[in-house]
């Protein structure tokens, strides 16, 4: 969860790892740092706070045309100056960053300390920089070799020494590394944000590999028990627009990729809906009919956001395919011996395609020799290289912490497969054909939602005056209801905890007053006389509503404080994606009514590379 970059070539690296810096900080903004090798050795510049704050202090005589930097969420011990990365040896000829979490730090520490070396900081990074320098191996990559080997834990880490001057030593455990290649320079990365506007050549390193990187290029080995290992690592171009990183002319990115949602869905859809025999073409599944056919049971993991859109992913799949499907948190999956079943098709849903947790939840199903197939939005990504199959999900680079429009493709990849699933099953072409017409609208109805922002404002400035906050649906409404919950939890700050609707009667009415506003969702499906029901039970206790909801449900004689928030209808199945949209844009503007920083929330960071 935090930023690493590196460079080397011809130019002055500061100002190049600041400008990476400043594209990474949505991967941690506690502290940043940057440490470039000049003629007088390793110097480093590190403070608390945002990337802008090193900037404005780093001194003018920065030179140097070697670097590393760090943009740090922190794990072990506050954010301050002496904790930010770089961290260096006694001596300052060592200088590290590191993503991860090393899980014998304390022992090597007290091993440290007893060998008489001071420790300056709280981190587990800083016995990096020790170890590295009290090797005496006759080479740079030896030394970090073995330091590393030392370590128990997760590390994407980079090495700069005063006296190895031509080269930056990373290596990649578990945390994500690149190395970019330029025109006699190149770069390093924990994210291909910090480098695209020098390069879109980039090498993804495995776990356990490490690479050297020099002015020149770059050489990649296997980290082993005896010693290091040539790898034969090629560098490969990406198909990106370097624009996508940029927040153009909207006031934060969150606020972009929310109203690119249109285009995004129709690139995740294009190509991959047969309107001829009504079902869904996803090749990169690698499973023909026969083996679709199959399958007994769904398993979907992810975190956050992944796991309540595969929460809808999973009811989705159950109702269309008619064949059982669940949704897990990954964080706990591997954590409770999970049983793993060979006609299980288990589904990692990752917007990074990094997150430990996800990936942890992988490789425990493939140890036990199970099926694994991945709704990821990065090529490249340790997910999208470790599972047997996928979804590409075709939504551009998010910037934002707070999830919108990767979330959105993430539901439509589901609907696609759920109804792949269901045409080898039971679902009849008709009802095929339905729902391919439905996902063929959806784009168009997202961009409806999307033109009452100024209404959904208005509702938003009222809900961020609460401090504490209801969201409740039913079924297919549910997740939903917990997704907005999670968004605006995330960027306003404010309480807000999601309920089946059918569960208020069961304790949670108690807490309903005038000062805590329900926001409910409410479709018009089999149970919205059910849902209304519920509606009053809130009204006659004095509770706000917001309800979201479709032109076509009547919610009576409603009493009391009532916003509505009407969405465009599509087929039932599919007006799950449709009633999340609002939820997105009012926590929005919910934040953004409080003054917080809605791309950077506190506390958070994008991309969870630590349990």
Same mark, same amino acid.
């Given at each position: 969860?935090?930023?690493?970059?590196?460079?080397?070539?011809?130019?002055?690296?500061?100002?190049?790892?600041?400008?990476?810096?400043?594209?990474?900080?949505?991967?941690? @903004?506690?502290?940043?740092?940057?440490?470039? !090798?000049?003629?007088?050795?390793?110097?480093?510049?590190?403070?608390?706070?945002?990337?802008?704050?090193?900037?404005?202090?780093?001194?003018?005589?920065?030179?140097?045309?070697?670097?590393?930097?760090?943009?740090?969420?922190?794990?072990?011990?506050?954010?301050?100056?002496?904790?930010?990365?770089?961290?260096?040896?006694?001596?300052?000829?060592?200088?590290?960053?590191?993503?991860?979490?090393?899980?014998?730090?304390?022992?090597?520490?007290?091993?440290?300390?007893?060998?008489?070396?001071?420790?300056?900081?709280?981190?587990? %990074?800083?016995? #990096?920089?020790?170890?590295?320098?009290?090797?005496?191996?006759?080479?740079?990559?030896?030394?970090?070799?073995?330091?590393?080997?030392?370590?128990?834990?997760?590390?994407?880490?980079?090495?700069?020494? &005063?006296?190895?001057?031509?080269?930056?030593?990373?290596?990649?455990?578990?945390?994500?590394?690149?190395?970019?290649?330029?025109?006699?320079?190149?770069?390093?990365?924990?994210?291909?944000?910090?480098?695209?506007?020098?390069? %879109?050549?980039?090498?993804?390193?495995?776990?356990?590999?490490?690479?050297?990187?020099? $002015?020149?290029?770059?050489?990649?080995?296997?980290?082993?028990?005896?010693?290091?290992?040539?790898?034969?690592?090629?560098?490969?171009?990406?198909? !990106?627009?370097?624009?996508?990183?940029?927040?153009?002319?909207?006031?934060?990115?969150?606020?972009?990729?929310?109203?690119?949602?249109?285009?995004?869905?129709?690139?995740?859809?294009?190509?991959?809906?047969?309107?001829?025999?009504?079902?869904?073409? +996803?090749? *990169?599944?690698?499973?023909?009919?026969?083996?679709?056919?199959?399958?007994?049971? !769904?398993?979907?993991?992810?975190?956050?956001?992944?796991?309540?859109?595969?929460?809808? *992913?999973?009811?989705?799949?159950?109702? +269309? &395919?008619?064949?059982?499907?669940?949704?897990?948190?990954?964080?706990?999956?591997?954590?409770?011996?999970?049983?793993?079943?060979? /006609?299980? #098709? @288990?589904?990692?849903?990752?917007?990074?395609?990094?997150?430990?947790?996800?990936?942890?939840?992988?490789?425990?199903?493939?140890?036990?020799?199970?099926?694994?197939?991945?709704?990821?939005?990065?090529?490249?990504?340790?997910?999208?290289?470790?599972? /047997?199959?996928?979804?590409? #999900?075709?939504?551009?680079?998010?910037?934002?912490?707070?999830?919108?429009?990767?979330?959105?493709?993430?539901?439509?990849?589901?609907?696609?497969?759920?109804?792949?699933?269901?045409?080898?099953?039971?679902?009849?072409?008709?009802?095929?054909?339905?729902?391919?017409?439905?996902?063929? &609208?959806?784009?168009?109805?997202?961009?409806?939602?999307?033109?009452?922002? /100024?209404?959904?404002? =208005?509702?938003?400035?009222?809900?961020?005056?609460?401090?504490?906050?209801?969201?409740?649906?039913?079924?297919?409404?549910?997740?939903?209801?917990?997704?907005? $919950?999670?968004?605006?939890?995330?960027?306003?700050?404010?309480?807000?905890?999601?309920?089946?609707?059918?569960?208020?009667?069961?304790?949670?009415?108690?807490?309903?007053?005038?000062?805590?506003?329900?926001?409910?969702?409410?479709?018009?499906?089999?149970?919205?006389?059910?849902?209304? $029901?519920?509606?009053? =039970?809130?009204? &006659?206790?004095?509770?706000?509503?917001?309800?979201?909801?479709?032109?076509?449900?009547?919610?009576?004689? +409603?009493?009391?404080?009532?916003?509505?928030?009407?969405?465009?209808?599509?087929?039932?199945?599919? /007006?799950?994606?449709?009633?999340?949209?609002?939820?997105?844009? +009012?926590? @929005?503007?919910?934040?953004?009514?409080?003054?917080?920083?809605?791309?950077?929330?506190?506390?958070?960071?994008?991309?969870?590379?630590?349990?």
């Amino acid at each position: 969860m935090c930023g690493i970059v590196g460079y080397i070539g011809t130019q002055q690296a500061a100002p190049l790892l600041l400008e990476g810096l400043t594209r990474l900080e949505h991967r941690g @903004y506690d502290s940043a740092g940057v440490a470039v !090798v000049g003629g007088s050795g390793v110097r480093v510049a590190k403070q608390a706070g945002r990337v802008r704050d090193l900037s404005e202090g780093l001194p003018k005589r920065f030179g140097g045309k070697i670097g590393i930097g760090h943009t740090r969420w922190a794990t072990h011990g506050p954010a301050n100056d002496v904790n930010a990365h770089p961290h260096s040896d006694e001596a300052g000829r060592v200088a590290v960053v590191h993503n991860g979490i090393i899980d014998n730090a304390s022992a090597l520490r007290a091993e440290l300390a007893d060998a008489g070396v001071t420790l300056s900081s709280d981190t587990d %990074t800083e016995v #990096l920089a020790h170890l590295v320098a009290r090797s005496d191996a006759d080479t740079l990559e030896k030394r970090v070799a073995e330091a590393l080997g030392r370590i128990e834990g997760t590390y994407g880490v980079a090495v700069v020494h &005063a006296d190895f001057p031509d080269r930056i030593v990373v290596a990649r455990n578990g945390s994500p590394l690149i190395v970019g290649v330029g025109a006699q320079e190149m770069y390093v990365a924990s994210d291909l944000a910090a480098v695209i506007r020098y390069t %879109t050549t980039v090498a993804h390193l495995d776990d356990g590999e490490m690479a050297t990187v020099t $002015a020149g290029g770059f050489t990649t080995y296997r980290l082993g028990a005896s010693g290091l290992a040539a790898t034969d690592r090629r560098a490969k171009e990406v198909d !990106v627009d370097p624009e996508s990183y940029d927040a153009g002319d909207h006031e934060s990115f969150m606020h972009k990729e929310l109203m690119e949602q249109p285009a995004r869905a129709e690139a995740v859809l294009r190509g991959r809906l047969d309107e001829r025999f009504g079902t869904g073409h +996803l090749g *990169g599944l690698n499973l023909d009919a026969r083996e679709l056919r199959a399958i007994r049971r !769904v398993k979907i993991l992810g975190c956050g956001s992944a796991y309540y859109v595969g929460q809808m *992913g999973a009811s989705l799949i159950e109702e +269309l &395919a008619r064949i059982p499907a669940d949704a897990e948190a990954a964080s706990e999956f591997r954590y409770r011996n999970p049983i793993i079943e060979p /006609d299980t #098709l @288990y589904v990692a849903v990752s917007q990074s395609g990094e997150t430990i947790d996800t990936l942890l939840a992988v490789q425990e199903v493939h140890r036990k020799g199970g099926r694994v197939i991945g709704l990821v939005n990065v090529v490249g990504s340790a997910i999208a290289r470790e599972v /047997d199959g996928g979804i590409y #999900l075709h939504a551009g680079p998010e910037v934002a912490v707070a999830s919108t429009k990767a979330l959105t493709n993430m539901y439509l990849a589901f609907a696609m497969l759920a109804v792949q699933l269901g045409r080898v099953r039971d679902l009849s072409i008709a009802d095929g054909k339905r729902l391919i017409e439905g996902l063929t &609208a959806i784009p168009g109805q997202i961009g409806e939602v999307l033109a009452t922002e /100024d209404a959904l404002a =208005e509702i938003a400035h009222e809900l961020a005056a609460a401090e504490s906050l209801f969201f409740v649906g039913r079924v297919r409404g549910f997740p939903v209801a917990r997704e907005g $919950a999670q968004k605006f939890k995330e960027i306003s700050y404010r309480h807000a905890e999601a309920y089946q609707t059918s569960e208020l009667k069961h304790g949670p009415l108690a807490l309903i007053s005038t000062e805590v506003p329900t926001v409910a969702v409410v479709p018009d499906d089999e149970l919205v006389e059910r849902n209304v $029901a519920a509606l009053h =039970e809130i009204a &006659a206790r004095g509770g706000p509503l917001t309800v979201v909801t479709h032109a076509s449900v009547d919610l009576g004689d +409603l009493q009391g404080a009532v916003r509505r928030i009407d969405v465009p209808k599509s087929e039932r199945e599919l /007006d799950p994606i449709l009633l999340t949209i609002p939820l997105q844009v +009012l926590s @929005y503007h919910a934040a953004l009514s409080l003054g917080h920083d809605i791309d950077k929330p506190r506390n958070l960071a994008k991309s969870v590379t630590v349990e």
